[in-house]
């Protein structure tokens, strides 16, 4: 076999919100298009992959260096040794050829995207969808049938008042989901406890039942002050107070702080998993890994990530990705993960999972469809399929 085509296209993902740090007005999303000359019920089999929200499309880099970097190999540098399927750790290998370490930056997003759309065409080849392959690959074919998720909003709109909020997390509540999750950094702090208390009151005052997210954007003395104003609340976690890279407040606010904490959204290797993992302070069975595969060199960089935590004495359980998408929930139920976000009104078609999958009493389940199971969600596959025109 071998790959005839690779569609690279930019596709809006913007909204009218704005966290702590950025707003999403002008947000875009890579969609790329892997093409095979395998054939299933009458048509090609084509892999598709994006990358999730809070980074933009990498448009010039797949297009200058890693795509060509692949429809210029021999198929032997990317199948399997019987050369009926793609090898997704070869191509990735081949993906960072003649690249120096350290640096990822937006070059992940791009390997991420390509990563993903080569996973999505081997579990379609092998007619199954990427949980079960993940599963029967990597995990001795246990599978969770039904996968955590929690649903993530609670931005910054403008008008937006403490009315506003309350209805959207009810919203999110009569849509199945138990733990909703909101903004914090982007008001000061007087202001962020009124909207905390007042999405409290929608979750019957049981902190265990909301997460604050503030986007790294706090310095240690602001992270701290917050984390004394918050304690009591008893939270399901304070996410991503500092910059990423802060390994030191990270720490410090560990131990300042008891209740669970989450961060790694915008660490994109195993490498600066494992720093996390050594300096950050980070609980096991208490604290959450929030590593986005789509943003991080994709799946094949993902299981090194995984093996790094293993090693650090971390479980899969304490993983819970970032991105609130099909991809990382195939991740979740193949690997054994502890659950995966949700977005039920922002950033669509992107987030979200399949048309039929309802959200029952906090847990999703998957459909039964050959690959990531972009086509059992209507708007998505339209949007990939009109961005790539195939």
């Not at 560990?254 to 490498?271: I, V």
Request: overall charge negative; some cysteine; aromatic content about 10%.
């Amino acid at each position: 076999m071998r790959i005839t085509d690779i569609r690279n296209a930019t596709a809006p993902m913007a909204s009218n919100i704005s966290n702590a740090y950025i707003d999403f007005s002008k947000m875009t999303a890579s969609v790329v298009a892997v093409v095979t000359d395998v054939v299933r019920d009458g048509k090609p089999v084509i892999g598709y992959g994006f990358n999730s929200n809070g980074r933009y499309a990498a448009k010039g880099l797949l297009a200058e260096r890693f795509i060509p970097r692949l429809l210029g190999a021999a198929p032997e540098a990317y199948c399997n040794v019987s050369g009926d399927t793609l090898d997704p750790l070869k191509i990735w290998d081949l993906l960072f050829a003649n690249e120096k370490p350290g640096g990822h930056g937006e070059r992940s997003v791009a390997i991420g995207v390509l990563d993903m759309a080569v996973w999505d065409a081997t579990a379609k080849i092998a007619g199954v969808p990427l949980y079960r392959l993940l599963a029967d690959r990597f995990r001795g074919g246990e599978i969770d049938r039904k996968v955590w998720v929690y649903a993530a909003g609670g931005y910054y709109y403008p008008g937006k008042g403490l009315d506003a909020l309350q209805d959207e997390m009810r919203s999110y509540l009569d849509r199945g989901y138990r733990v909703v999750k909101m903004k914090i950094g982007g008001a000061p702090l007087e202001e962020d406890l009124r909207r905390i208390d007042a999405a409290l009151s929608v979750v019957d005052g049981d902190g265990s039942r909301l997460c604050v997210d503030a986007n790294g954007r706090f310095d240690l003395k602001t992270a701290l002050a917050y984390a004394r104003a918050m304690e009591n609340y008893q939270l399901r976690w304070y996410e991503e107070a500092g910059d990423p890279l802060d390994f030191e407040l990270q720490r410090v606010l560990a131990e300042a702080y008891a209740p669970p904490l989450a961060t790694g959204e915008n660490l994109f290797s195993h490498q600066d998993a494992r720093n996390l993992a050594r300096y950050g302070g980070m609980r096991t069975g208490h604290d959450v890994f929030q590593f986005d595969c789509a943003l991080s060199y994709g799946l094949v960089e993902y299981l090194r990530t995984l093996e790094t935590l293993t090693a650090h004495g971390f479980s899969a359980r304490d993983v819970v990705p970032h991105g609130g998408h099909q991809m990382s929930l195939n991740i979740a139920a193949g690997l054994g993960l502890g659950g995966n976000e949700s977005y039920p009104d922002v950033f669509a078609p992107f987030g979200g999972f399949a048309d039929d999958v309802a959200v029952e009493d906090g847990y999703v389940g998957l459909p039964d469809a050959p690959g990531v199971g972009f086509e059992s969600k209507t708007a998505l596959i339209k949007v990939m399929r009109e961005a790539t025109a195939l």
